[in-house]
Every structure is written in C-alpha cells, then in structure tokens.
C-alpha cells in the first residue's frame, strides 16, 4: 500500500492519497481543487486516481471533489447521513452517498465508513485496513473534523457561518457520542486528522501531522472529560470567530462551484481596484501605495483576508511576481478565482504610527477595531468600536481628515486597519503600533 | 530617449519599446498579445505606457495592439491607409487612424508616418526623431514587414492566405514604388523591422537585429534590382507556402478577438482529446504513446504545428512541465488559448522506420507528405501523395493495417505524419528516416 | 511540540526536524548534506536548531551531521556504543556520544537513547516524549534503520561493503535481540523510520512513511519469527547487492568528508569527460551522443550511477537544465561535489537493438551483464558474463567491431552497459531489449 | 551573418556572439565572467565558440576573456597596443595580442583591429565586415569604451582608480585624435559599444543599445567639439567618483582571477558576518534586522556596494531567496565570489527618521556623509564631513550612544550610511529622510 498526507500550509489542511500497488487504483481523500499534485504523485508512482471521498462539507475551504469526478472521472464518495437540508446538492453522476459501516475498496485496500457526527452532521470518518498487505487489523483512521491531534472538530460553525439556530449544542452532544463510540477501536490504529495547528475548524490542534488513538485516549481532553455537561462546556467555549468566507464555503461545498482553472496573473494598470499588499507589515508602514490594503502573506493569510473578500468583485495583489502567484493560488483554494492584476511595491506614504506607550489618553479621535469580548472587557472611553472585519462595509464616524488613532489588542489588526480607513478616504491615520495591551494610560 | 527591441524566437517577430525620460510616456511598436515584458520593463525604466502602434494588420501571429487599447487604456494608432474593405475593423475607441506624414508625438519622441504599402496596402512605417535628446534628425524607421535586414516583406499572402486574386502582382508593385521612395533618407538612419531570421514573412531574412539604410541601399537585393520587372519577379518566386493558421491571424488582426488571458495547464487525464507531442523527434521514436502526434517545440514549432491546429478543438500537450509551459504561452501568441492539459512522455510505441537506404523500390504502400512543387519534379512510381498539412483532415487511401511506408523530402515532416497516421487508426506505419533525398533505388 | 518528516525519494531515506515551542528549540534527526529545508522550516516556524542527533553510521548517504555541527553550532549526538574501531572518528567539538538510556532534552522534549544494534553495531533509537506537551508517555521512536514499516534493517552491509568478515552474523543475532526488547514498550507508540520503500538498507520496505509499534507487533515478519535461527535466515537471505559507493559512505560517514557547498553547473565544452544521459531509456536509443552512458533521473539513479561513480574524477551530465540541477544536488547527498558540466542531448546515433523474441540463439557474441547468482541459475551457452557494475573498470574479451548481443534480465541494466561498451569504444552494439526472461531460444 | 547583443543590466554592459552559419564558428566580444549565456545561445544556433576578444583592460568589471580560453579552448584576442607596464598579464596560452590594422576572421566574419586609444592607452575597436553575406563594405564597429550612444569614454580612471599620475591628459589627448580618425568610416557603419546608460564608464550614456555613425557624427557632443582643448575640458569635467572596487577590477582584468564557478547561498546562521539587505529603503527602514546595511538590489547596487566591498572578506546578503541568488550572480560579475549566506529580512527595529523639513538646525551631532564637491559648496556649520564611500574604515567622531542626524543630498546615501553606523555600534542614529537639498533652515 502506498501512503501519503498533503499538508497545505496556508489552509492548515491535510489531504491523502492512498494506493494499492496491486490493482494500480488510488483515492484522494479530502482533496483541495488543485489536484495537480494528487496526479502528479499517482502518476509518478504508477497509479491512477479511480476513487476520492471527503469526510465532511467543509467549511474554510473550496473542496475539490467534484473536480475529481468532473475531471478525472473518478468514483467519488461522499457522506450520505445526516439531514437533506444540509446535505450535498448537484453532485455528478459518479457519486456514492456512503453511510455507516459501508465498505469502500481501492483495489485491495478496504476503507469502512464511521458515522462521526458532532462537528456537522453528516461527518464520517474512514477506518483503513491494507488488506493487499495481507493485513485483517485496521492501520488507520481518516478522521477528518472529528478528531485532531491533540484537540476534535467544533461544533459550531453551522450556527456562526451560517445562521443554523440550536445546531451548535446539538453537534456537542453528537460528539460526545462520537468520541465514545471510537474508543472500541484498538490503541495502534493511526489518526490521519483533516486539519493541523493554525487551523480555525477548532482551537488547540497540534503540530504534528498524525497520532494515534491509543496516545489521544490518554492525551486529548476530549477523550478525558468527567461527563457530558463538561465536555460540552469545554468544546463549545473559546472558539475563534469564523472569517466571513466561511459562509461562503459552506455554500459552494454543499451546492458546487464552476471548475478549477488555475491562471497567470498580469500586470495591473488598473488602479481602481481594491488592492491588497502582501508584505509584512513593517515593509508596507514603510512605504506603500496610498489606499492599498496590507494583508502579509503568511500562514494567516486566508484568515485574515477571508474578512474582506467579497466574491463578486476583482481584486488586485501587490508584491513580486512569486508571492502574487502564491497568493493568487491560495485564493483558488477558497474558491476565489478573481485575482485580476498584480502590481509591485511603490513607496508613496509612510504611515504614521505611535507607541502604544506613547499614548496619552487625551487623543481625540480612536478607533477600537477589537472583537465585542475584548472591547467588553475594557476600552478607551473616547473609543469608537468597529471590529476589523466590519471596517470595510460599515460607515466610519469620523470626518475624513480627523487624526484617527486606531489600535487593536497587539497591533497585527490595527495594522490592516490603516489601510482599509486609507482605502475609504480617510487622509489622517495613526496606528497605535503595539496595541491596547501595551497602552499605559492610567 | 529610451529604447528596446523585444525579439520572440518562436514568431522571429521584433516589437518595441520607446519611451520619453522627460515626459516619462512610452509606446509599443507592434505589441504581441503578451504585454507582461513591455509594462515589466516600463515599470521598472518609470515609464507609463501612454501609446502603442502597429505596421500593417499582421498574418503571422496574434496582434495585442487591442490589448493595449482594453487594458492600459493607452492611444493606439493604426493604419488608416488602404482599401477599407481589408482595412481594421471594430477599433476600441482610443484608436487613431493615421495616414502618410501624419505626426504621432510621444513626449518628444517625433514618429512621422509613412505609407509603405507592397507587403499589405495599408502597411505604414514610422521614422522616430529624438527632439527630446535634442536632435532633429532621423534616428531610425520602424519598418515593419515592409524593409528586413537583407530582405523586404513578400506581397502575396493576402492571395495565398485568405484568397484575395490578384492582389500579389498589385502588392509588388506598390513594393517596388516604395522601396524608390524611401531611398531618400539619409544613409545613417538605423531599420528597425518587424521580423528575422525564420520568419516565414519573407524568404531569406537576415540573424542581424537592425540595420542601417545605407547599408540596405548597397546590400539589399530590393534596393539593386535593375527595373520593376525583374524586381517583381525576384520577390514573387521561391516564396514558401503559409501555414493554414494565417487565415485565421488575418481574420482575428483585422476584426478582433478575445482578450489575452494567460492560463496554467494542469495534467490531463483524458486521452480522447488530440495530443502533440513536443520533444524532438528521436525521442518520440524513441518511444511515445501511440497516437500522437510528434510536433517538436523548437523555433520551426508555429510554423510546423500551424498546419494542424483546429482553433474550435481543445488540444493535449505531451512533454515535461516548462517545455508545456512554454509551449502554452506560444500558441496563445498565435491566439490559440485551448492547450486543455499536458502529459509526461509514455514509452508505449517505437516508431518503425527504416533508412532510406534500404528502400528497394518494391514496397507495396508509400505515402508521399511532400508539397506540390516537390511532388511534381519526381516521385516514386507506386506512391500515394498527400501534403503533410492536408493529412489530418483528408481521407488516407489504405487499410489500416497496411503496411504504409511514410516519406518526405528530408524526414523532418514524415515524422510528424508518422503520429497523423496513428492518430487516425494505422497501425502499421514505417518511417523512411532520411526522406526522398536519400533514396537510392534506381 | 512541532514534528516534521523531510523525505528523500531518492535516498528512500527519511529525516526529522522536532521543535519545542517554548523554548524555540529544534533538533534535527539523522540530517542530509543539505541543510536547507531544515533551516528554512525552522527559521518559518520560529525554531533555532539547537540540537541535531544521527542513529547510526550511514552505508546509503553522505550524512549532515558534521555539516550542523560546523556550519549552525548546534550540539550533535552519535552513538558512542559498538566497538571503537568501527565508531565515530574525527568528530566536531559540539559532538556527544551518547549511550542506551542516555537522555537528551531539546527544550521540553525529552528524547532517551535506546542501544538497538543489529543493522550495525553503534544503531540507537531515540524515544520522544513530548514533556512540554503536558505528557509523560512516550509518543514515538525514532528508530533510525532498526524497525522500518513492515521490515527491519539488513545487518550484512558492513560485511559486503566494508568487508568486515563474520559482521552478519554478529547483527544478525544482536537485531534478534533489539526486537526482544523494544516489545515492552506501548502499543500507541508512533515508528518514525530512516528508510522507505526502494531503500537498499532492507529488502522490503513498505510505502507508508510511519507506523505503530502496536501495527508492527502483529503485521511485521521480524515480530513473529518462530525462533532466533529461522530469525536469522530470513534477515539474512534475499538481500540485494550493494552498489559500490556504499564503501565510500561508510569511510566518508565515519571519518568525514569536506563541508557540502552547492554549485551550479554550467554548460560544458569539453568532450573528453564520462558523461551520463539522464533521460529515460526510450530517448536515449531514439538519439545520443556516442560513448556517453544512459542513466535515467529516477527513483533508482543513486542506486544505479553508485556502481559507476570513481570519486577522484570529474564527470558531466546529459539532460536539460532542470534535471541537470536536481542530479547534481542528488550526487552531493552521496558525497559527490564533482559534475563539471551539463550538455543538451544531441541524436548523433540511434542504438541498435532487437526484440528478446527475435534472438535466435546463433548470435556469436552475447554479453550477459546480470549478476553471479542469475547467470548461475542459466545462461546461453556462447555468452561472456560481466556483470554490469564491473564492465566500466574490467576488459571486455571482444575486437571493438564485434557485433555484441547486450543483454541483462529485463533490459534496464543491458540499457545502461550500451552505454559503457560504447564509451570503451565498441562500435556495433545491440541491445537486447528486453531481456533474458523473454528470450524464446528452445 | 549571426549577431547577438547581450546587455547586462546591473552592469550597463554590452558584450557581443557574433556567428559565420557557413563554418560554424562564432566569437565572443567583450565577455563577462559568467559564459552560459553566450554557450547557450551559440548551441541553440548551432555555433561552437571558437573566438573571443575583448576591447580593453576593463575597469567596472570582472572579464570574462580568460575563462573563454580556458573553459572552452577558444583563441582570444586582446590588444598589444600600449605600454607595457599597463597591458595584460599572465594570459593563457590562446592568446592572440593583436595590433591596428591586424585582421581576425571568424569563419567568413572580417574583423580588422583599430586602435582608438583614450580611455585606456590600449583600447582597440573591431571594424567588422559580413564578407560570408556577400558584402565586402563594413556592417558595424564593436567601439567598447571608445564610443558609446551620445558619448564617449572617461580617460580618468587609470588616475582616479590606480594613481596613474597624468593619465587623465594623455587619454585625454589621445582620444581627441582617436575620435579625428574615425570620422573617415562611413555614416551607415553601425556603432556597437560597451555601455549603456548609467555607467560609470563615461557621464552622459544613452538609453538605446546601438546607434550609426553617421548620427553620433552629427549628434554626439565629442565629434562637434570646437577645438582639442575644449574637448579635453569637456571631457574630464564631471566625471563620477569611481567606487572602490575598480582598482580591483584593474587589477584582476590586467593579471587574472580564479576561474567563474557558480555556487548556491545556503541559508546563514552565522550573524557575525557583515550583511547587507537587498531591499528598497522604505522596506529597510520600517523594519530590520540591527547592524546591517542597507544596499537596494537595483541597477545602481554594483556602484553603491562596490565602495564598501571587502575582497578578502565574506559577507551575508538579506532577502528573499531569488533577489540573494540574482545579487550574488551580480557580485560574482565584478569577481566577488564570497556570499556566505542569506538571511530573510527580520523586523527587529524601526529606522529613527525626520523630514528634512524639520530639522531646526540646533541638532548637535549632524555626519554630512556627501562627497567633497558637495561639502565644499556648502554645508550645515556643526557638521562633520565623512565621505559614505569612507565610513566604513573611518573612524566616526562620535559617542555610540548620541543621537546623530545623518543627511546626504537627496536621501539615498543617508540612507545606507545608517546601517554602517548601526554596524558600527551607534544606537541612536536619525535618517534626515530628504537630504541637505530639502534642508529649510534659515
């Protein structure tokens, strides 16, 4: 049997691709779009992709399993539990709706479907046994969003993204239920996750690329909770806010999306597109083109410009032709394709900043771009408070060349902020460079 | 002043780049639709792209001057010259129609136009004086298809290409009447023209960049003919036949097409579609998967894969990732944008072949690829003829097992109709390596 | 805690960068020449290597371990169990040798030195526990070339490389004991192997990158032999040859060799060097440039070229750029700085050859290249036996015009001695392509 | 006839491959260190290299003559014109010295040496004639430093460079006859040099790679100069200071370097090294790593890094990893062979910087790191004056800890001058962003 994980760093996703050396066929589960790789490695090591399945409808990615089938006429196997109202729609003619203890083969290679509901409703998981190898015991579990290293899939992201009153409590119990039932299975079976650290399909997964179950039971909360009410109260608090393209991911993974076509990015002259500057931010505070948005291009990146994308308009991307082509792809990979032009760096404006330490108290005009927790905690008394993701969409209360102060907890968001207020006319901006944190206003 | 040739090795077509340091405008001279080079180096001098120009509508690749107008929004200028039945149509509205001694300025850049019709009617050249560098006199003549280095533009493609009767002699004479006008400028004044070696837009065109008028006047066959007779008759003869794909640039140069969009291939997995096969040809022999069709991509690759491109049909390319790559962008330079996937090169055949050598003169089916003229000096007796560029859409006389002796004249096209054959079905075809020239039955 | 596996596909060999995200610690286990990767994922994930540590002296690759020592001063750990006069000699001052139950702490990742001998006398496995992670179970073992996935490390090397008469059985009894023991530890306990599939330090690697002790207690042959004999007589029977540079890894890896530096290769102009052709075999016999030697660039070239390399001499290579760049910096990891120059593959001759099939077995000159234990089991009758990796230093009993019939198994070997018998000058050589196994000479 | 300009844009450099198709030869002019292009092109066309000459003893860059006779075997041709205390040395075996009116043939290319003395004492110029096209007039001149597009060649910099007293005058004088003696040639010949603008070779380069003889005759200042002691005042006046690294380029062009051999920059971890950023200093300045220099991989890097270039000392260059690759391929073109590392870029500190504007002129440590001729026009009165050219290895008036206001005349400058001093120690260095000429105080 041949084995192997694809991680994309800028998704924090894992993918597979499994192969039976017997038979020649291969499966891709959980594939991105982008499926040159997946063809790349079967074809180098001789097999054909004959199969794919996902284990879930994402939610913080554009899946690519109907361009396996579309394109490589591959069979493709997709969860068939859970509620028709959230299930798949418009899936092409070689898909298979698999439910629990469904087998799959991949020529000699048996994958047995597991209904691991929790994080959605539909969730399975896929249990390995390499039976080409001459093996009956299963090697390994394609987890998914179920169980990560070290942490399990939310259960809220049907609630936030997309308004699913009640589901979240709903999920945490299911997977309560989920997590007990998988403890049957013995302690050397591998855990093949669906996501690693950074990942924002649940808050504490871990740097390693697989574990096992016998290391989760003894090691992840969630196998160690005292009972149900616990559990649920853990799994559920804290969770980051999903970015706004999740909705959207939901959306097109459940209903399907046009065809991946991967594309060059030329040269844009056209200024009045929205632009993004893909440097960090110091080189952006540096000098920047006037009204140009500073997203960096890091692992952060999608969740950061997931934010501000809105997926009915082009966009142009600033920095050298390497990084455009690597950001422009890593948009394919949420499914926006619409990355029109790309532009190098100019030094126009500096941005004017200040110390958090430096900050009186007295400054007239702050805007606090913080999240509602942290804004209720505490806050500057003169501040105005517009979280980062509605600074785009939503009327700023102040005159265009007032002096405005905008800070954040640490200084990444406040950061993104100057240029958003830049974009939108504001001629006066100051960031307040290392955040209310660093503030010493007594 | 600011200037820069841009020589495609694949089109043997020069463009330019000119640009005004006081002014910090620039214009192209004859554009390809790629545009990334002419705005990376204008960007990169602090150039804005302000104006573009072309020559005559051109028969040998895809015109961007469209391009420029769409989507840099600059001030295009063509020729309003010549019959308005053959001349531009739907312009974008930046476009200026010039005529003979029309003054274009770019910054102080002087081009002063002149109609030089004989390779088309409506063919302009463009004398450049430097009156920003202080200087008013001629520095050089963009001289389009009208005056090569050590040749001039041949004057029968409209009638070969796209049937026009009659307009070869007409062309020829207009030449000859430009060629005694333009005698009058000075000797120092550099030629700048439109093509080089290998371009199939003239028939013995010189590997040296520019050259000089003077220079011409005493080497250039053109500029030494002793009467219009003789003149006419030199450029006419010996002109090599067009590839089927000018038609078609004459038809997309004079009316438009769909704006250039660069696009990466992904691996193809659908074998139905036509595959060319771009390594060279003893590679192919070598070993290739049956049933494609050997165009090697070197500088002969338009010219070559120009027979046989159906623009409504998507095509596969066969070969390593930057070969495809590259191959992909130079047929979109012809405006070919349907390359719908590449492939790795697969040992699955070895071409039979045999020397010419050991040709006895007995076989039973020889398919003769050479074109008409060859045909007609001499042929084998037994043998069918087909021309190479007719072989993929006309019927072939043989059975499909048949064992089909393929030769042209040298073996640089029987091997391309080698991969035609087995594309449409036979099985049993035998390359003759070396070709007619090297037969030695008696 | 951070975990990677770098691996090599063509060493089939796998490396480790483990970091703690406290401390901002890295170490890296069993490191290539070519430390890149290494620094650049550390250096993108907030890591400083600290620390780097090997599991035995490599036979297969020109180990790294120096090479951090030197260049990044991190503290390195070896073996310093096994006999003195096979042990580590002229070791950097940053080296500890480490004994079985040593412990070493990279940050809060704890790592004991488990003595597990077998493959050769000094192997150690390191087993992690991810302390910083809250945890006091182990998580996995390094376990270097001990316990691959589905087979165990070949103790016969040093006796068939180095000569170490009696060394076989010496590891054969010490790996039966070093599987004994590591029974006791968990299930759970992830196999971070130094090997893959295609790697000639065992014989039946599988093509998974990780397992479990638990997965390899029930599916791995060396858990379940019946006795320490037959133990023995399956770990030692079947074993593939060694290629010759194996001999130079173990002197470079023991003694060391000079800091890696990579170089680029430029164009060569000087025909007098052995050159090896890249390319796969099919282009090759389609066209090459006489006397230079068909190596294709794939899985199997460090297994391949091994037998032909003489470290004192420059050699070139045939191919394009890209290819050209990748074998060179495959050649370093084997300790070779030594390619002069690329050239493009040029058809000078095509190589003759004939079908298996058509051999009649009256062919007066045949050379079988297979190896001692095929040309034992049968062979034709008027054939010379050399096998292939001694035909470039051994004379060749035939008059250099001698129409030699080549011929190995299957045809990959016989496709690389044309080459040899070539470039020795033999000038009517033919293939046999496909080998002995399907000759049809009754 | 083949003819090819290479042009380096770092260098504002021009070498020449010029090739006979009958015989197959070509001939290399003026070429720089680094061959694969010239090998490349040659092998594409179908050329072998059997030829190269250069013009002179180059002063702005590493020549590439002796790597052409010793790599590729090819004959070179240098001048014998001059004394001898100043001509080459050490030369290979290859070695054609050639004298006026000697003649080179290149295959059916005539080539007849004239020596046109001035820039150097033996600068020598080739007349070529395409007697394989049939001609038997000359096509072009290969001028070198002898006549560039609107200018010509600085007779200054054997005394600037390498106190050669006097020097300045007698090239002076020399290249006033020189100049007389080319007007003979006629107007068409084309002039093909060896700079473009913005070398440091002469003052006033034009932007277009070739021009005629005819035009400079009437354009170009050197050939309307009223009378010879005019022409020498015009042109030694204003000649650029030339940076310290052409004493060594002098040097090693007159006696020979090591043999080119391209290598790979390794990421470094060694931070004792001197390092220099390669990125634009609005980047630098919004954040860097403390203690390094700041030199913009420009067209203006070469000039601006070769005042602080150690030769004997290896240094770290910051970037991303293709600008460090295309920089030390550039150091290595005026044989600088000693990157020892990159390093990405790190924002560990902000660049103190004030507006010209602001300066009040109280400031009490002001460093004017402008070049004498600036100073002694005029300069603020509490200023110290250290030329940026010497800042390095002066010692600096300074405490390490006061706040020293750093200016130059226009920004760029100051703006490598804080690095130095940060190298240097000094912690508290300000930026005068716009330089002494936006200076407003009163």
């Known amino acids: 049997m041949f084995f192997k994980q694809f991680y994309d760093d800028n998704l924090s996703q894992a993918s597979y691709l499994i192969g039976c050396q017997r038979t020649g066929e291969a499966m891709i589960i959980d594939p991105i779009r982008d499926l040159t790789k997946y063809i790349e490695v079967a074809d180098n090591e001789g097999f054909a992709i004959t199969h794919a399945a996902e284990t879930h409808i994402h939610a913080d990615f554009a899946s690519g399993i109907r361009d396996v089938a579309n394109k490589i006429h591959a069979n493709i196997y997709v969860s068939g539990e859970g ?24 020529g000699n290679i048996k994958l047995e479907v597991l209904h691991t509901p929790g994080h959605t409703p539909e969730s399975i998981s896929l249990l390995l046994t390499d039976e080409g190898g001459g093996s009956n015991i299963p090697m390994g579990l394609f987890s998914g969003d179920f169980i990560f290293v070290g942490d399990i899939g939310r259960p809220d992201l049907l609630e936030k993204a997309v308004q699913m009153k009640g589901s979240t409590e709903i999920g945490a119990k299911q997977m309560y239920q ?13 855990i093949w996750p669906g996501h690693g650290a950074g990942s924002p399909c649940g808050k504490a997964l871990g740097s390693i690329p697989t574990s096992t179950l016998g290391y989760e039971k003894i090691s992840n909360w969630a ?9 649920i109260e853990t799994l559920i608090s804290n969770q980051p806010e999903p970015p706004h393209h999740f909705a959207q991911m939901k959306k097109i993974n459940q209903f399907g999306t046009k065809l991946y076509q991967p594309y060059i990015v030329s040269p844009s002259l056209n200024h009045d597109r929205i632009a993004f500057d893909l440097r960090n931010k ?26 501000y994308l809105d997926y009915d308009k082009d966009i142009d991307l600033i920095g050298d032709k390497a990084t455009v082509e690597h950001a422009t792809n890593t ?34 005009y702050v805007l606090d771009v913080r999240n509602d927790e942290e804004w209720n905690q505490s ?30 907890q640490s200084g990444v968001r406040s950061s993104i902020a100057v240029g958003i207020l830049e974009y939108k006319g504001f001629t006066n901006v100051v960031n307040v460079r290392e955040g209310y944190q660093n503030l010493s206003i007594d």
Chains 1, 2, 3, 4 share one sequence.
Request: charged share 20%; net charge negative; hydrophobic share 30%.
């Open 379 to 408: 806050h500057l008394e003169q501040a105005v408070h517009i979280s980062h993701g509605k600074l785009l969409n939503e009327s700023i209360p102040f005159d265009k060349n007032d002096k405005i102060y905008v800070h954040c």
């Open 178 to 190: 989920s997590i007990n039932n998988i403890k049957n299975l013995p302690d050397y079976v591998q």
């Open 282 to 307: 110091e080189a952006f505070h540096g000098g920047h083109k006037q009204r140009t948005i500073n997203i960096p291009y890091n692992k952060n990146f999608i969740n950061q410009i997931g934010w």
């Open 331 to 364: 948009l394919q990979l949420i499914g926006f394709d619409s990355v029109a032009g790309y532009r190098l760096p100019k030094s126009e404006i500096q941005t004017q900043s200040i110390c958090s330490a430096d900050m009186t108290g007295e400054e007239e």
């Open 223 to 231: 196998f160690n909770a005292t009972d149900e009410a616990t559990f």
């Open 83 to 106: 509620e028709d109202e959230l299930s798949y729609k418009n899936m092409p003619p070689q898909t298979h709706f698999v439910k629990h203890q469904d087998t799959i083969y991949v």
